[in-house]
């Protein structure tokens, strides 16, 4: 059982000269995050995370599998299909999409997610799948990658427990913290930010958090259903892990980006990219008129 540390005897205030003790820096933990590395680092980190992802679903018995363009959202389908077929446990590289699919001008192909699926275990389980992949990951960056602030936040990560709250559970504490939510309603970003803070800035897993209808503010729609769902809520990243048990099967949803953020403790996901669109659109503008380079992407 952890106890409160005794508080030290302050200084004496009748004793001359005596230097005033410096102001213990408790708000270390909650200071804004990082600036962007450069990319060759970034890249070793990508590269890094995703070589120790590949090595946990191995040693974990899931078979890798390709995902085809089949849809807006095909890994589901697809992983779906595979435990049809009879494989116990599955996973893919797949690709994070806008509400717009493959059509939205916008997309930036950066982003990718891991999917995985399994069936026969229980949402207990997942949730420490989740808990699981996580450690896996981080117990390999060290400060030759990351540096000593970054190592040192991960190692507190890795020996302390994480919270796993019940939806109810998280309003309760939301309560005593000024919000006033009604049961049936989503947790907003700024809501699980104060979750954080309340479990000491380290990762919270939420459980059963309710679905909403479709007609939802409609008189045919019914009330929201709870769902058996769990969202992994990492600081400065937000909600990098989702899962869901269903008919006996589990599905899980990786973000690599919203990973990388926080293993980086970077402020925005797009500074974990290694090749943002935005980049990209600079250096096809400054190649002069007439190259190689530019009729080849149709512009000369």
């Excluded at 954080?196 to 729609?221: F, K, S, Y």
Aim: charged share 25%.
């Amino acid at each position: 059982m952890m106890t409160a540390a005794s508080p030290s005897p302050g200084p004496d205030p009748s004793a001359p000269n005596q230097p005033s003790a410096p102001t213990p820096r408790t708000s270390v933990m909650f200071e804004a995050p990082g600036r962007p590395r450069p990319l060759a680092r970034r890249l070793a980190i990508h590269n890094r995370v995703v070589r120790r992802i590949r090595e946990f679903f191995l040693d974990e018995g899931y078979h890798e599998m390709p995902v085809t363009a089949l849809a807006d959202h095909p890994a589901h389908v697809q992983l779906s299909g595979m435990l049809e077929l009879g494989f116990d446990a599955v996973w893919c590289e797949s690709e994070i999409l806008p509400p717009g699919g493959r059509m939205e001008p916008k997309h930036m192909r950066g982003f990718k997610q891991m999917e995985a699926a399994r069936s026969g275990i229980t949402l207990d389980e997942l949730a420490a799948v989740q808990r699981d992949l996580l450690r896996f990951v981080a117990a390999d960056l060290g400060a030759d990658l990351l540096g000593g602030r970054d190592v040192t936040r991960l190692d507190r990560m890795l020996r302390c427990e994480h919270a796993c709250l019940e939806y109810d559970e998280a309003l309760a504490v939301l309560r005593t913290k000024g919000w006033d939510l009604r049961l049936g309603e989503p947790l907003h970003m700024a809501a699980k930010a104060t979750l954080l803070r309340h479990c000491g800035n380290l990762p919270i897993q939420v459980r059963h958090q309710p679905r909403p209808h479709m007609l939802e503010g409609t008189a045919a729609a019914p009330a929201p259903s709870i769902r058996e769902g769990i969202e992994y809520i990492l600081p400065y990243a937000g909600v990098t892990m989702e899962g869901e048990v269903l008919e006996g099967r589990a599905h899980l949803s990786l973000d690599l980006g919203r990973l990388l953020q926080y293993l980086m403790g970077l402020e925005k996901v797009t500074d974990t990219l290694i090749d943002p669109m935005d980049r990209i659109a600079l250096v096809m503008h400054e190649v002069p008129h007439g190259t190689g380079l530019r009729a080849a992407a149709g512009q000369g």
